[in-house]
C-alpha cells in the first residue's frame, strides 16, 4: 500500500473514532465499520475501514482488495486469527470471521453490490476468487 493510501486510512480511522462514525461513516450508501485483526506475522493489532451490510446478527464484507490479484492483508490476517473486533459506530463488538459458504455467497454478493456495484467490476478485474467474509459476533462491550 502506498504511503499516501496507508496516511488516508489512517487519518480515516481516526476520524471514524473521534466521530462515533459519523460523517465519516459512510461511502455513498454503504455504512463503514472498523475491522480489529491481529497480524498474522506481526502480532499487532491492524484496523481497517470497511464497507458493510448486516445478515440478521451478522456483518458482511467484502475481500476485494479492489481486485488486485491478491487477497487484502486483512482478510490474511483474519483467516489465520477470526477472532477479532468491530468498531460501529461507537460500539465495539467481538466476531468470529469465515468466508461464506458456496450457498450463502451468491444472496450476499448482492447485498453487497445493491450498495456498492464496483464489487462487480473488481471481481471480473481479477481471476481471484473474492471472498465473501462473515463477521459473527461473539459479544459486545
Known amino acids: 500500500m502506498g504511503s499516501i493510501l496507508r496516511l488516508a486510512m489512517v487519518l480515516h480511522v481516526a476520524l471514524y473514532r473521534l466521530l462515533g462514525g459519523r460523517l465519516v461513516g459512510r461511502m455513498g450508501r454503504a455504512p463503514i465499520l472498523l475491522v480489529n485483526a491481529t497480524g498474522r506475522r506481526s502480532g499487532t493489532r491492524r ?62 454478493w448482492q447485498v453487497m453490490t445493491a450498495v456498492y456495484p464496483s464489487y462487480d467490476a473488481y471481481q471480473r478485474k481479477t481471476t481471484r476468487e473474492i471472498d465473501v467474509v462473515v463477521l459473527t459476533p461473539t459479544s459486545s462491550r
Open 47 to 108: 484496523t481497517t475501514p470497511l464497507l458493510y451490510q448486516r445478515d440478521g446478527a451478522d456483518y458482511i464484507v467484502i475481500a476485494s482488495a479492489g481486485g488486485q490479484p491478491r487477497h487484502p492483508a486483512w482478510w490474511l490476517n483474519l483467516k489465520a486469527n477470526p477472532s477479532a473486533t468491530i468498531e460501529v459506530g461507537r460500539e465495539h463488538i467481538s466476531v468470529q470471521a469465515r468466508a461464506a459458504t458456496a450457498e450463502e455467497k451468491p444472496r450476499l
